[in-house]
């Protein structure tokens, strides 16, 4: 279960080939079944004032109201979306393809796709810098993070990363991006000012999701195979520890 927090309550979801379970979460109680009826495979979930929820097997984005817990429309996009991530301003989302290489560009305020980016091989997760002008989009199947300009809504630069990168993640200050490569066992530094790749950081055994403390001095990095969280210090781009998690 992967939660993301937009304030009170918290949403998350239960991901899998089963019918799935979109849940409100009240103080860490009691957990309310909010939707879907049909066999469907949700893997990711981001929230703003409305929830968008990829939904794999129907090649649609399902957007939830968070005040009301209904889901309030569908939207089509590309082949098999992945990842999610919303502009500060709310006012755009970005849905990543990896069956047909394209990132869809969703105006939240109409609910529908203004724009299909083409990226990289198998596009898997997005992440937005904090001023809202580039989204930074990995590319498990070619080894390269793609790098879209919000206001032309082109892909400006292409960085190769190391294998397979999954994960991606913007430090709050937006001047790094931290990019999992699940192949290499290892995290790439990308400089936001050069869009360029730097420091390369071993971590555990296929990387996968990333996430940097609300103050930027620490990422956390899941290691599927390990079964740990390596932490990483920021400020050094070094790994300092690791947790278990078995």
């Known amino acids: 279960m992967k939660v993301f927090y937009s304030g009170e309550p918290v949403v998350g979801y239960l991901a899998g ?3 799935p379970n979109v849940l409100q979460i009240e103080n860490l109680g009691e957990l309310i079944n909010l939707c879907c009826n049909r066999l469907v495979q949700v893997t990711r979930l981001n929230i703003v004032p409305l929830a968008y929820v990829p939904v794999q097997s129907e090649d649609v984005v399902s ?7 209904t889901v309030v429309g569908e939207i089509s996009v590309g082949e098999f979306p992945g990842g999610v991530a919303i502009t500060p301003d709310a006012r755009k989302a970005y849905v990543a393809h990896s069956g047909d290489d394209s990132v869809s560009v969703i105006d939240t305020l109409n609910g529908v796709v203004v724009r299909v980016i083409p990226v990289g091989d198998g596009p898997d997760e997005v992440a937005i810098t904090p001023d ?26 292409t960085i190769s990363v190391g294998d397979a990168p999954r994960g991606i993640a913007v430090s709050p200050d937006g001047s790094k991006v931290y990019v999992t490569n699940f192949g290499g066992n290892t995290v790439t530094v990308i400089d936001t ?16 999701g990333v996430a940097f403390t609300f103050d930027g001095s620490k990422a956390y990095v ?13 400020a050094t781009n070094t790994a300092v520890g690791a947790i278990l998690v078995e």
Do not use: H, M, R
Not at 63 to 69: A, E, P, R
Not at 149 to 156: F, G, Q
Not at 194 to 207: E, F, L
């Open 63 to 69: 957007v939830i109201n968070t005040n009301t817990n």
């Open 132 to 157: 809202g002008e580039k989204v930074y989009v990995s590319n498990v199947s070619d080894d390269t993070v793609s790098v879209i300009d919000t206001a032309t809504e082109l892909v400006i630069a």
């Open 193 to 208: 000012a050069t869009d360029t790749a730097g420091d390369t950081i071993t971590v555990g055994d296929n990387p996968v």
């Open 222 to 234: 899941t290691n599927f195979d390990e079964f740990s969280v390596s932490v990483i210090d920021v």
């Open 17 to 19: 080939a089963v019918t």
